[in-house]
Structure formats: structure tokens, C-alpha cells
């Protein structure tokens, strides 16, 4: 027995001498859900998978780690899109999943800020905003199992970027443990802090490959109180992107979210999530979602979102409107573009595009890339929606004749690379939101500049010489 394969035989006792009993899985079939990504398209396999408790556990389980040089898979709700948090097949890692870590440790709404450690549920969080009057506004679909470390580690987007910004600009303060077992606490609640470089986003976006998130200080805001939303039937995306100059132009930064949905998408939900209805009385080939709020409770802001579609509906950007008159009617609307990616993972293969591109580009590149796909896959199925409001896009495929059955045909990438080279010659980014992972690592190394990747490396080996931290993602 070679010494490698005796630390590896040996190490779930050391870490159980460190954590206990009830923070380690070893059993196989135990170990199973941690070892494959939300879309199962990627399987690992793993010493064990390790569940601490506080922050000091961590730094204990890495720093042992970092000693007998055995790579690690930071994990938080495992909803990602990437496969970044999905070991690999050599059996040579631990996974360090932070689901026990779920405190919210302070709220503070004098300061605006909440304290969170990163295995807290995202849903979780935003009640615990509302609890004290506050919003923590980033929402998606998956914020039910979702957890703030993995928010943060893939950067997240969601529905309320276009008012509030993506993950990073919501994230004050961190704590990390760093490759070596050290930890950085950099919990400060500061809106100004012009004291050197601003470490926390080295690893806000950087997938667990440089430390693994512990802990966060979160920005709140005024919970809004008046709130209106509306689902439009459109013709065209040239009509979204100007109902959302108009939209602004009459509501101002009243607009939270701002989504354009393809007919395809609509129709795929009606036909696999049970419930879902057409919102309107006619099919269009286009709808918009759109939400406003307020931190005032009156009629104007409804007023004002009313007159503003009344002029779409006068214009023709607007083919037809149903305005929700309650929250309930309001959280149907939003089930109906949050059960999207259900519905395609039920449905099949699909090719998966995280796009962004300049929001005044929108209908040009759904044009040229949907003419593409159709050319090159005589009966494709464009499934695309998304933040129109941001420029970001999820513009998927499914193409005839390739099924998830079939391991060829998910390993293929050539209607990734097809979309990918359009979205380039758009001056775009080919993941807006998802991240890199494991799905996109040969696309970065595509599509990004040389300087640029020597740039990421050098971050790398600086601060992860070994490459124990999350190997194989991103770089």
C-alpha cells in the first residue's frame, strides 16, 4: 500500500477526531446526493463528505487537508448549473459542505447589513430581512435550497439585478478559510473602507477555488410596501427593450426586475409544471414580466405603471397586459418563469447558454443566433429567456434527435461553441450569471485573452500553490 492511498484510508478518522461523528458521511450511498450537480449531468466520487459546524472546524478540516496535500470541493445548496461543486471521478477529494453552517448570526437595521454564515438559505434570509421591515433583494428560482455561500461564490444574479445589482455589489464583509487552514475575517459592515485591495471580491465569483466562504455581511434595504406586477404580450424583442425605456422614462428606478419569456418557454411550463395556465387570453411570441415597487404604500406607483402601459398599448409595443390585483396573482406570474428550467430538465437534453450582451443588442443577437441554430439544426426548439433589463439572456436549444440517454450527444459542444462564437462577435460574456464550473472551463480558455488567464493563474498560484481548492473548475 502506497503512501497515498494510506493517508486517504486514514483520513476520515482524523477528521472525525476533529468533528465528530455527525460531521462526516462516508457510506456510499449516504454520500450520494453531494456527489452529483442539480442537472445530473456530472457524477464524482469522494473520500468523504464532510459537514462542519463553525467556522474553526473548517479551518481545522483544511489545514488537515492542506498537510497531506488532498483536494477539496467546498459545496453550499449544490443548485448550480456549472458542475462546480461536484467532485471528480479519482475518489481523491473531500467534499466540505456547509449546510450545518446556517446561522444568522446579527441583524442590524439601524446599519442596513445582516451577519450570515454561508450555509444559510437564501429564503431563509430574505424573511429574515422582512422580519425587521428590510429587503435582501436577491431572488431566484432557486432560493428555497439555495445557500449564501454559493450565492456568493458563483457571483448570482436573479430577477433584481437591474435595481439592485448582482451577488457582489449585495456583499459587504467576508470570512474566508484560505487553502492553508488560515482564516481571513473581513466581517466589516462598512460602506467605505479605502484601506488597500478590497479582498473580498477575490472570491466572490471564484467558485471555492481560491478558500471556502464561511461567513457574510449582506446589505438590506427598505422593504418596499407598494408593489405591482405585470405580464405583457408582445410581438417582437426590438418592443421589450423599448417598453423598458419607456417603462424607465415614466417609473423611473420604481422597475426591480424586467424579463423577457419566448413563446416556447411558456407553452414548455403549461405542458410539464401542473397549475400553469396562460396568463392571457391569446398566444403572443413574446412576453415581458415586469415588477415594480416602492417603499411607499399608495396608489401612484400602480397609476404610474398603468399610464405607462396604456401608452405601450398606444404605441403597438404592447399587444395585450394582465396586471396582478394581489400578491397571489403576482407570485403566479413569477412561478410561471421560475419553473422554466424545471420544465426543461424534465423535457430533455437541452444545451444551456448563460448570455449577456449590450440590452440594446437583445433582439439582434436573438436574431442572428436563432437564424444560426436553425440553419445548422433544421428543427431546433429555442427556449429563451431571461434579464432582458440586465442584457443577460439564457438562450437555450434543443436539438432533434440528441436525448440525455445518449452520453455522446451531452459530452458534444458544438452548438455551445456555434452560440458562443455569436456572442463573442457581440462584444458579450458567454456566463453572465451560472459561472464556470466544470461545463464551461474549455470555453474560457476559448474565448478569453491570453493576458487575462495568466492574470487568474497567477491569483491562483499565489494563493492556492497546490491546487487543493475546488481542481479542475474555472482554470
Known amino acids: 500500500m502506497n503512501a497515498r492511498v494510506q493517508v486517504a484510508g486514514d483520513l476520515p478518522r482524523r477528521i472525525t477526531e476533529i468533528i465528530g461523528e455527525r460531521g462526516i458521511i462516508t457510506a456510499a450511498t449516504d454520500m450520494a446526493p453531494y456527489l452529483a450537480d442539480w442537472r445530473d449531468l456530472y457524477k464524482g466520487s469522494a473520500i468523504a463528505v464532510v459537514r462542519p459546524a463553525s467556522t474553526a472546524e473548517v479551518a481545522a478540516v483544511v489545514k488537515l487537508c492542506a498537510e497531506t496535500h488532498t483536494p477539496i470541493v467546498p459545496q453550499g445548496?449544490?443548485?448550480?448549473?456549472?458542475?462546480?461543486?461536484?467532485?471528480?471521478?479519482?475518489?481523491?477529494?473531500?467534499?466540505?459542505?456547509?449546510?450545518?453552517?446556517?446561522k444568522i448570526v446579527e441583524v442590524n437595521a439601524l446599519n442596513n447589513t445582516m451577519t450570515v454564515e454561508a450555509g444559510c438559505i437564501l429564503a431563509n434570509i430574505q424573511q429574515a430581512a422582512a422580519d425587521v421591515d428590510r429587503l435582501f433583494p436577491l431572488s431566484l428560482g432557486g432560493e428555497g435550497s439555495a445557500v449564501?455561500?454559493?450565492?456568493?461564490?458563483?457571483?448570482?444574479?436573479?430577477?433584481?439585478?437591474?435595481?439592485?445589482?448582482?451577488t457582489r455589489d449585495l456583499v459587504l464583509g467576508l470570512?474566508?478559510?484560505?487553502?492553508?487552514?488560515?482564516?481571513?475575517?473581513?466581517?466589516?459592515?462598512?460602506?467605505?473602507?479605502?484601506?488597500?485591495?478590497?479582498?473580498?471580491?477575490?472570491?466572490?465569483?471564484a467558485e471555492g477555488t481560491l478558500g471556502i466562504i464561511t461567513q457574510a455581511v449582506l446589505k438590506l434595504f427598505p422593504r418596499p410596501h407598494g408593489n405591482v406586477t405585470a405580464f405583457a404580450?408582445?410581438?417582437?424583442?426590438?418592443?421589450?427593450?423599448?417598453?423598458?425605456?419607456l417603462l424607465r422614462a415614466q417609473c423611473g428606478d420604481n422597475i426591480s426586475a424586467f424579463e423577457l419569456i419566448s413563446r416556447n418557454c411558456l407553452e414548455m411550463v403549461i405542458r410539464r409544471i401542473p397549475g400553469s395556465r396562460?396568463?392571457?387570453?391569446?398566444?403572443?411570441?413574446?412576453?415581458?414580466?415586469?415588477?415594480?415597487?416602492?417603499?411607499?404604500?399608495?396608489?401612484?406607483?400602480?397609476?404610474?405603471?398603468?399610464?405607462?402601459?396604456?401608452?405601450?398599448i398606444e404605441r403597438e409595443l404592447v399587444q395585450d397586459v394582465a396586471i396582478a390585483e394581489n400578491a397571489a396573482q403576482g407570485k403566479a406570474l413569477w412561478r410561471m418563469r421560475e419553473s422554466i428550467?424545471?420544465?426543461?430538465?424534465?423535457e430533455g437534453l437541452v444545451y444551456r447558454h448563460d448570455i449577456a450582451v449590450t440590452v440594446s443588442r437583445i433582439p439582434e443577437f436573438i436574431?442572428?443566433?436563432?437564424?444560426?441554430?436553425?440553419?445548422?439544426?433544421?428543427?431546433?426548439?429555442?427556449?429563451?429567456f431571461g434579464h432582458l433589463g440586465d442584457g443577460?439572456?439564457?438562450?437555450?436549444?434543443f436539438v432533434p434527435g440528441r436525448e440525455r440517454s445518449d452520453e455522446v450527444a451531452r459530452k458534444m459542444t458544438d452548438v455551445n461553441r456555434l452560440v458562443h462564437d455569436i456572442v463573442q462577435t457581440f462584444g458579450g460574456s458567454i456566463s453572465a450569471e451560472h459561472g464556470i464550473g466544470q461545463s464551461k472551463r474549455g470555453e474560457l480558455a476559448h474565448y478569453k485573452s491570453a493576458a487575462e488567464l495568466d492574470l487568474m493563474r497567477m491569483v491562483k498560484q499565489a494563493i492556492d500553490p497546490h491546487n487543493l481548492m475546488n481542481p479542475g473548475k474555472v482554470l
Not at 148 to 166: D, F
Not at 368 to 380: F, N, Q
Open 233 to 245: 404580450g408582445l410581438n417582437d424583442p426590438a418592443q421589450a427593450v423599448e417598453l423598458l425605456a
Open 392 to 397: 443577460n439572456l439564457h438562450f437555450n436549444a
Open 77 to 102: 445548496g449544490n443548485t448550480g448549473m456549472c458542475g462546480a461543486a461536484t467532485p471528480d471521478a479519482t475518489g481523491s477529494a473531500v467534499v466540505i459542505a456547509l449546510g450545518r453552517m446556517n
Open 148 to 166: 449564501i455561500g454559493g450565492n456568493i461564490s458563483t457571483n448570482a444574479g436573479g430577477i433584481n439585478v437591474l435595481r439592485y445589482g448582482n
Open 341 to 346: 428550467p424545471d420544465a426543461a430538465k424534465v
Open 175 to 205: 470570512e474566508a478559510v484560505l487553502p492553508d487552514g488560515r482564516v481571513w475575517n473581513g466581517l466589516r459592515g462598512l460602506r467605505k473602507d479605502n484601506t488597500g485591495y478590497d479582498l473580498k471580491h477575490l472570491f466572490i465569483g
Open 278 to 312: 396562460d396568463p392571457l387570453t391569446a398566444a403572443y411570441p413574446w412576453y415581458v414580466l415586469t415588477e415594480l415597487t416602492d417603499a411607499r404604500e399608495d396608489t401612484a406607483l400602480r397609476t404610474n405603471v398603468e399610464q405607462a402601459l396604456g401608452t405601450a
Open 367 to 384: 436574431a442572428t443566433a436563432s437564424s444560426a441554430l436553425e440553419t445548422a439544426y433544421p428543427g431546433v426548439r429555442i427556449i429563451c
